[in-house]
């Protein structure tokens, strides 16, 4: 009769219940873990009265008694439930198992696999994200998977995923194929081999009582060790189209009318809104195509012809809109402001002028390509100091990780605009 302790995946073979001695038999799964050291024997005791069948007569004759557990079984989801049970394994005092259950399956890393933040996404159809979505909640139910809160700050190897139809069912079942991954960085396993009919058949004679009992979700049960999760990452776009669903429910509902025509419904990795060209794989926001042509085309009339007070403001509108979007934009921005403040005071929409050619380097900049279709990073800068600057019209101070410098101005600088004063200091703190 098999044990109620079985390993996950575990095999035992049926006793022959006509000899007068039991040999038990175990093969674990490759999933499972190799060692065996320290299993269980069954302990003969003494016999009583006789007994109608085989079976009663061999639940008197061995102990079937268990030690209390250290941990009370109580219902919980399945992944890396035995973890959470590991010290109930102690009694079969077997160190390697239970240093595994407690701290998480070890993957044996043969190398050091390349890691990213930004996964290519594979493209599915309706009807599979459909399926994949169900499949996905249920390991998410069961605490299989667990979602990856940051992964744009967090690396993590990736392997596909896919649909495959259930034996003998018509239903779909999501595969993790981790093919690539296994035969490039993963170390070779031992040796392992299944419990055969052979072996089973020659424990067997004609008349033998059998039972069996199934492990559901077995390679579930072992826990992964935490910080080789990241290497057993998958992506999918469906769990995007949940939120997004949701969110179109929720505005229709509350009465709003959905402009399908300009709306994005696909998860995608590019998007352009309000303006700016999110490009989510590169991490980079940009100026988008057409507006660019639309900056290049305002510009080089602007260098060449006078324009009205109108079509200056629509076309400094025109590139404030896109002084995000670059790195520079706000600095080559500011004289072509500055020129134009007066005008537009005087509000004289019609009055017509050229650009002085002073400042054509600073709009010359805008009719440039890769200044301003370059992009910024999406992700904010995230800074190792901070320095703190500030100045008067006498001289200067600065302060950094506890270390102070200042200084005066001289007479010439003291003739500067305040404003001026203070990017001086900046530069003399950082030289500093």
């Not at 250290?70 to 077997?94: K, Q, S, Y």
């Not at 960085?185 to 299944?194: G, V």
Request: charged residues 20%; hydrophobic residues 40%.
């Amino acid at each position: 009769m098999p044990r109620k302790d079985m390993y996950p995946g575990e095999s035992l073979s049926v006793p022959h219940l006509g000899g007068d001695e039991v040999v038990p038999r175990t093969q674990m799964s490759s999933a499972s873990l190799k060692n065996t050291a320290g299993m269980p024997h069954l302990h003969p005791v003494e016999v009583g009265a006789s007994v109608p069948t085989p079976a009663a007569e061999a639940m008197d004759y061995y102990d079937w008694d268990l030690p209390p557990p250290v941990v009370p079984v109580h219902p919980t989801p399945v992944g890396g439930r035995l973890g959470i049970f590991w010290a109930n394994w102690t009694f079969l005092e077997d160190p390697f198992v239970c240093k595994i259950l407690r701290a998480g399956y070890k993957l044996p890393l043969a190398g050091a696999p390349p890691l990213t933040t930004t996964p290519l996404s594979r493209v599915y159809s309706i009807d599979q994200q459909v399926l994949i979505l169900e499949n996905i909640n249920i390991l998410l139910t069961k605490r299989a998977i667990e979602i990856v809160s940051e992964p744009h700050h967090s690396p993590g190897f990736y392997s596909p995923i896919f649909l495959v139809p259930k034996k003998g069912s018509t239903k779909m079942r999501m595969i993790h194929n981790t093919a690539t991954f296994n035969s490039l960085y993963l170390a070779e396993p031992p040796h392992f081999r299944m419990t055969s009919l052979d072996q089973i058949r020659a424990k067997l004679s004609p008349g033998a009582w059998m039972a069996s009992l199934d492990l559901q979700d077995a390679y579930l049960h072992v826990p992964i060790f935490p910080r080789h999760r990241k290497f057993l990452r998958f992506i999918f776009n469906g769990l995007l189209r949940k939120q997004l669903d949701f969110s179109t429910r929720l505005l229709q509902q509350l009465g709003w009318i959905i402009n399908i025509e300009k709306s994005q419904l696909e998860p995608a990795q590019e998007l352009t809104f309000i303006g700016g060209l999110f490009l989510t794989r590169l991490n980079l926001v940009r100026v988008p195509p057409d507006r660019w042509q639309k900056i290049l085309a305002f510009t080089d009339r602007a260098l060449s012809l006078p324009l009205t007070l109108r079509e200056w403001q629509s076309l400094l509108g025109l590139l404030t809109s896109a002084q995000d979007l670059t790195l520079r934009g706000r600095l080559m921005l500011r004289p072509l402001q500055r020129f134009l403040l007066p005008f537009i005071r005087e509000n004289d929409l019609q009055s017509s002028f050229l650009l002085p050619p002073h400042l054509h380097q600073y709009l010359r900049w805008w009719t440039v390509e890769w200044n301003v279709c370059a992009g910024v990073c999406l992700t904010s800068f995230n800074h190792d100091h901070e320095l703190f600057v500030d100045a008067s019209l006498l001289g200067w101070g600065a302060h950094l990780n506890g270390q102070t410098t200042s200084g005066l101005w001289s007479d010439a600088e003291r003739e500067w605009h305040i404003n001026n004063l203070e990017m001086q200091a900046v530069i003399l703190a950082v030289r500093h």
